[in-house]
């Protein structure tokens, strides 16, 4: 096998948007690419390596030879390696041996923009076209704008694909992707979810990450099946109507030697200084943001995974540890910016461009940040100063809302504020409430397990934690298990606990959660507001003796707007005076406490019908039953 070095894939341009940061899809020009030269089939290979003196390629082609097949270094200064070896075909495994000035300590390394690897713990890289896959989405792609906006119903089932359901029998064998498609898709269709968000499936090579750990940000991981099977899974689930969120991880990499970690002899992708490059939280190396060339790999990955995978979304790990210098450090521990500050200018600066760029060509598009702080304007538009993020985790309505719910009824009054905080500033970011796996691993408990109470009390508080969070303003995230109320944390070695659906309380709880998805996509009150101030008005957010809050839900004008009330005591009220907007005739349309899903039974089976008496400042009120540990919806009919 002859390396011809009179074919590239680069262009001036190409060149000189790379050095600059400005070059979004990379994925097109490096990494290994199947072509014909002078009608002889092989493999076109690029690389990144500007401080190497040398590269070879090895390969089962060349029985991993390191001498047989070098690449030729470019002669402009962009440190990009690259030559067309004939005969090499797909599936081909290989790596780059790269030859450095540092005491001769030469390294074999995975290909950065790889489109498919082996199997881990094995860490080649394959060969691969993304060009054969038939694409049958096209209605879906049409038109999906309408399931990926503000004003739509957004409720996500997020799931790690390895430990969701498993073949016990075939020795707890993980399901491939085109098995994982077929299941969910028919699961989340009958549960009602909108989307599906899967923890990174980036390749990886720990599993104990559970792919935040990423070494391959152009390949699918081949845990579950090659590029062409995790096309089929996005395609079968745009049929199904199923939107497909990637969680993706820009923050940090893995530091395994095969990795990007001083990739050639230099601290290429990361900060040389452990002040600045390394992550001591998760034991990873930082990206360096400032680098123009690798602000440039890190928006080609997401764009890559938007345009040949057809994904709906992407949900960007721990930005809040990308915006701060001293992010988990000690004084001392941290390098402040040029200005003195603890921003990471040069994260915001990638930030930007990313949603910048990516929205720029899908603007149907959602991207999530996953932010933790006050940080300001993170889902405000680039051009008026904000990050450009489409939505932000509300993180603080997750803790609030959950550490509440750990009270024991009885001093609830006490902690009233922790109920209705997030009310305060729910709109001044376009919010996701999210109750994901973070919830529910280390020690933290289940999310069952963290209600109060007895037994029952457990099952109730969960039903009412759901239905507050339907009700409350924002899209909505929930971990798979928590569904099924499962009781024991998540493992990411075996499947879901999926027997418990054999106790009604269990039971209960799943159909609950699937009736709560179908009120949401089909009562426009619930969600065409949920990132709009009209979308909200409180009826009595005071009446914290009685651990009672009331609230409207609100549409457009022709949508009749829903009445919501969470009563978080363990009394039953009677009689409970409501202020309504309307004067009429009022149904109770849900109620978490409902027999249907094995609640305690006291509801308002009948219409209740308006009296003319003051209440709340509102002309006309409604008496109602309010089920301990229970939420209700009425709405005018």
Known sequence: MSVFYDVSKFSEFDIYLF???KHTKLYNHFGAHLMHREGVLGVYFALWAPNAVGVSVRGDFNDYDINSHHLKKRDDESGIWEG????????????????????????????????????????????????????????????????????SPISIYEVHLGSWKRKIEEDNRFLTYTESAHELSKYLVEM??????????????FEGSWGYQVCGYFAPTARYGNPDEFMEFVDIMHKAGIGVILDWVPSHFVMDG??????????????????????????????????????????????????????????????????????????????????????????????????????????????????????????????????GFGFK??????????????????VRKHHHHELTFSFVYMYHENYMLP??????????????????????????????????????????????????????????????????????????????????????????ALHRFDTDIHGFEWIDEMDYEANVITFIRKGDSKDEPIVVICNFSDHLRENYPIGVPKRGIYQEIFNSQSKEFEGWGATNPEPIKTTAKEQHGRKNRLLVTLPALGVIFLKRV
């Open 84 to 151: 067309f070896i004939e005969g090499v075909d797909i599936e081909t495994t290989y790596k780059y041996h790269i030859y450095t000035n540092e005491h001769n300590a030469n390294a074999d390394k995975a290909d950065p923009f790889a489109f498919y690897a082996e199997v881990a713990p094995a860490s080649a890289s394959k060969v691969w076209s993304l060009n054969n896959y038939k694409w049958q989405d096209k209605e879906w792609m049409h038109g999906r704008k309408k399931h990926n906006s503000h004003t």
């Open 393 to 410: 985790w509300n993180m603080g309505w997750m803790h609030d809302t959950l550490k509440y719910m750990k009270n024991n009824p009885v």
């Open 258 to 387: 095969h990795g990007l970690m001083n990739f050639d002899g230099s601290c290429l992708y990361e900060h040389k200084d452990p002040r600045q490059g390394y992550h001591p939280e998760w034991g990873s190396a930082i990206f360096n943001y400032d680098r123009d060339e690798v602000r440039s790999f890190l928006i080609s990955s997401a764009m890559f995974w938007l345009e040949k995978y057809h994904l709906d979304g992407i949900r960007v790990d721990a930005v809040s540890s990308m915006l701060y210098l001293n992010y988990a450090r000690e004084e001392g521990e941290w390098i402040p910016n040029k200005f003195g500050g603890n921003e990471n200018l040069g994260a915001i600066k990638f930030l930007k461009d990313l949603n910048t760029s990516v929205y720029g060509v899908f603007d149907d598009i959602m991207m999530f940040a996953e932010e933790s702080t006050a940080y300001p304007m993170v889902s405000a538009p680039v051009d008026v100063g904000g990050l």
């Open 435 to 524: 109750l994901s796996h973070d919830e529910v691993v280390h020690m933290k408990g289940s999310l069952i397990n963290k209600m109060a109470g007895d037994y029952n009390q457990k099952f109730a508080n969960l039903r009412a934690l759901y239905s507050f969070m339907t009700a409350h303003p924002g899209k909505k995230l929930l971990f798979m298990g928590g569904e099924i109320a499962q009781f024991s944390e998540w493992n990411y070695k075996q499947s879901l606990d999926w027997n418990v659906l054999e106790y009604p309380n269990h039971a209960g709880i799943q159909k609950m959660v699937k009736e709560l998805n179908r009120l949401y996509k089909e009562e426009p």
């Open 192 to 205: 009602n979810f909108t989307h599906i968000e899967l923890l990174p499936i980036t390749e990886y090579p």
């Open 19 to 21: 050095r600059e940061g």
